[in-house]
């Protein structure tokens, strides 16, 4: 069975400063990755995607994540973060079984930006 | 503006009652979904449906029932077989079934049970 693991429950950070964010999954087949952010008591946004092709990619508000399939990881980053990023980050998984895709979701990660 | 209305935003009912929590789309999407959130367990898929008339069991659906008559609508009803109701209830829609297009979310309905 396929799972999603974020490493870190919170992650405290300065404003400015850089950082990542880790997600780790295990399956044994073709994986989509996601990663979606929530604010305090509103539902999740799409940050990025990776469903083929190059393993960098880019998202809304300067993050970006990067899929390496060897370590079965996704891990989020940003270069200088912002007082506004201070919200909750979830990793989700898909994985193509018989009867259509399964998406998991991790347990999530709470960045909180200090000034 | 497309996208997802819950409501209410909070609900508060007594032990043994059931409540039914509403799900509004207008976006045209074929499939919705209705997601449980704990603190620290992430979301947990209830139910699904990706079409009208149509839906599945996730992975969490005892104690829950919905219904699907309309695409723009997917209403949950938490019944008094809901042994730990009080949670946070997140509906999404995507275009096409769940792990390819993106979820797009409504804003939650936090409900509690005393």
């Known amino acids: 069975a396929q799972s999603v693991t974020q490493l870190d429950s919170q992650v405290p950070v300065f404003e400015e400063a850089p950082v990542e964010l880790r997600c780790n999954y295990s399956s044994s087949v073709s994986v989509y990755l996601f990663w979606y952010v929530q604010y305090p008591n509103q539902g999740l946004q799409l940050l990025l995607k990776?469903?083929?092709?190059?393993?960098l990619v880019k998202g809304i508000n300067g993050f970006e994540a990067e899929f390496n399939k060897s370590q079965t990881s996704f891990h989020l980053r940003k270069p200088s973060v912002h007082i506004s990023d201070t919200a909750e980050y979830f990793c989700a998984v898909s994985t193509l079984r018989e009867y259509g895709n399964k998406l998991v979701f991790g347990a999530g990660t709470i960045l909180r930006v200090k000034s | 503006d497309g996208g997802i209305t819950q409501s209410p935003k909070y609900l508060f009912r007594k032990e043994g009652q059931n409540v039914t929590l509403s799900c509004e789309q207008n976006?045209?999407?074929?499939?919705m979904y209705w997601y449980r959130q704990d603190p620290g367990q992430g979301l947990r898929l209830i139910y699904y449906s990706q079409i009208v008339n149509d839906f599945q069991k996730g992975d969490i659906a005892e104690g829950y029932s919905v219904s699907r008559e309309k695409k723009e609508s997917f209403p949950l009803t938490v019944t008094s077989a809901q042994k730990n109701p009080t949670a946070f209830y997140l509906c999404?829609?995507?275009?096409?079934?769940?792990?390819?297009?993106?979820?797009?979310f409504g804003n939650g309905t936090r409900l509690t049970v005393t």
């Open positions: 999404a829609s995507s275009t096409t079934g769940q792990g390819i297009s993106p979820l797009h």
């Open positions: 976006l045209n999407h074929d499939a």
């Open positions: 990776y469903l083929s092709g190059s393993t």
